[in-house]
């Protein structure tokens, strides 16, 4: 019961297990030694950059669902869901191009790892 492994689930009346705390501690020194820099402001403006590229494919995805959701909408609505969904994924795509590609690079990370995480849970 559950996706997860039965070591990243919390107890009854826990607000944070021990096992879930660690790894996010490990992925975040991860994240700060990956990301180290001469200075502390370019260290945290890539970690910043990175988090608002992801959040930008957060937009593209939620786009693409409104496109697949309007399916079933009226066909004003429909064209009004599918602008607004184009429109939105022009923009973060356009404010993705803006970006360094060693900045593109990190933000690439998270998806392929959800990837491999999602397809190996699928396999069990």
């Known amino acids: 019961a559950g996706a997860f492994l039965r070591w990243f689930r919390t107890r009854p009346g826990e607000r944070a297990s021990p096992a879930n705390l660690l790894t996010v501690g490990v992925l975040v020194s991860l994240v700060a030694i990956g990301t180290a820099s001469p200075s502390l402001a370019q260290q945290f403006s890539a970690i910043v950059n990175v988090t608002v590229l992801l959040s930008l494919y957060c937009f593209a995805i939620a786009a693409l669902s409104l496109i697949r959701l ?15 969904a184009m429109a939105t994924i022009g923009c973060a795509l356009a404010l993705t191009f803006t970006a360094k590609p060693v900045e593109l690079a990190w933000s690439l990370v998270p998806p392929a790892g959800a990837a491999l995480l999602y397809l190996w849970l699928r396999r069990r």
Do not use: K, L
């Not at 309007?70 to 009004?80: D, H, K």
């Open 70 to 84: 309007s399916r079933g909408f009226t066909p004003g609505r429909r064209a009004v869901a599918v602008a607004t």
